[in-house]
């Protein structure tokens, strides 16, 4: 490829998006493709202060702390990652900020302000699934961040936002997949994923330059 392709995969606590992202990236190495596999909060000392700072940082201060992390991990890794023709999957980006910030009580339009400065995946997937399965999920793996607790309604209230902000993405011109997990393996999400990023490389390798 003479241009890398942006993933972005985001979706409830608990529902499965970094192991997801990891056997996606496997299945689209199989297939002969460079792919990277990335995630927000990032790794660098910013964004392990997002990551783990929830409890310290809210509402704006949060949302900035959030925006500053991306605007350096894109100049750092996923921009670079592009550049070289590697298909970026990166596990929570711009749908994540307007869900968690949002029900953080940030107003919508101050997250989409900050949203514009960050450069549009090529494609957002968003995975739902049962909201309380999802958070049982995240209780197991263990909390590291106040929005990964709640009980039943604190869940439901998640996904309906990541409903509502999928809608709003594609309004906006964002490229977007929903996509309901049900009863599917991570294997089985990853290869159906798989086979929608080939089928979109294909169509815009055909389609050539506009």
Known sequence: ?????????????????????????????????????????????????????????????????????????????????????????????????????????????FLWALAEQADRPDLTVILLGEPTRSRERAAQRGHYSRFHGGGPEAALAEAATYRNVAAELHAAGYPVLVHDIGAQSAAEVAAFLADSVLTRLAGSATAGPS
């Open 1 to 109: 490829m003479s241009a890398g392709y942006f993933v972005a995969i985001d979706g409830p606590s608990g529902i499965g998006k970094t192991t997801v992202t990891a056997a996606l990236v496997h299945r689209l190495a199989q297939a002969g493709l460079p792919a990277l596999a990335t995630k927000e909060p990032s790794t660098s000392p910013l964004g392990n202060l997002v990551r783990f700072g929830t409890d310290d940082y809210r509402g704006l201060a949060l949302a900035c702390l959030v925006a500053a992390d991306r605007d350096q991990h894109l100049d750092t890794d996923i921009r670079p990652a592009l550049a070289r023709g590697a298909i970026v999957i990166c596990d929570r980006y711009i749908a994540s900020t307007l869900v968690l910030q949002r029900l953080d009580g940030v107003p919508a339009g």
